[in-house]
Nanobody
Framework: VQLQASGGGLVQAGGSLRLSCAAS????????MGWFRQAPGKEREFVAA????????YYVDSVKGRFTISRDNIKNTVYLRMNSLKPEDTAVYYC????????????????WGQGTQVTVSS
């Protein structure tokens, strides 16, 4: 599975962005998907995950109520809708895939996209 993340950019605090992660290869629907982020000088952080069916989602507390993860298994794409963005959301955002159950642990994900930069100005 190859993953291509897009949709990042520069936005003012309070604004919105939608990230997309397009997957190539077969059996996308058998993979749980996650979004992670890494800010300068910080460790990579789990943001959100979604089960292979889309029926289960999970978020880190700092984005609950602001971010929404979703997927379209026909288009082989997972999305991260980000509302009410804050400067502390500034980071490179990565999508990742794991076969089977979703996880908050990055090392359990098999495949990673290249990352897309999100910058939130105050």
């Amino acid at each position: 599975v190859q993953l291509q993340a897009s949709g990042g950019g520069l936005v003012q605090a309070g604004g919105s962005l939608r990230l997309s992660c397009a997957a190539s290869g077969r059996a996308f629907s058998s993979y749980a998907m996650g979004w992670f982020r890494q800010a300068p000088g910080k460790e990579r952080e789990f943001v959100a995950a979604i089960s292979w069916s889309g029926g289960t989602t999970y978020y880190v507390d700092s984005v609950k109520g602001r971010f929404t993860i979703s997927r379209d298994n026909i288009k082989n794409t997972v999305y991260l809708r980000m509302n009410s963005l804050k400067p502390e959301d500034t980071a490179v955002y990565y999508c990742a895939a794991v076969q089977g159950s979703w996880s908050i642990l990055g090392h359990e994900y098999y495949y990673w996209g290249q990352g897309t930069q999100v910058t939130v100005s105050s």
